[in-house]
């Protein structure tokens, strides 16, 4: 497995952990339901954004993969 694949494989796996994640609490910080902190406001921003991140490099090495006919994993 290449160093290309590998990053592939964590991106993906972190954007499938992330997204949803961030989702979750930014919809819980906005319910206004229950007092929440600010703190979780930065979670879900945190989560979202580093969450968002890895899925962009997930599809622009996925898109690479598919370019040059490279199959990962």
Do not use: K
């Not at 590998?6 to 989702?23: D, E, K, Q």
């Not at 945190?46 to 490279?70: E, H, N, P, Q, Y």
Request: with cysteine; aromatic share 8%.
């Amino acid at each position: 497995m290449g160093v290309l694949e590998l990053v592939w494989a964590i991106a993906g796996i972190c954007a499938l952990l992330l997204l949803p994640v961030g989702a979750i609490r930014m919809v819980a910080y906005r319910s206004g339901e229950v007092d929440h902190t600010s703190a979780l406001r930065t979670v879900a921003v945190m989560a979202l954004g580093i969450g968002g991140a890895a899925f962009v490099v997930f599809l622009v090495l996925s898109v690479w993969f598919l370019a040059t006919g490279d199959r990962p994993l």
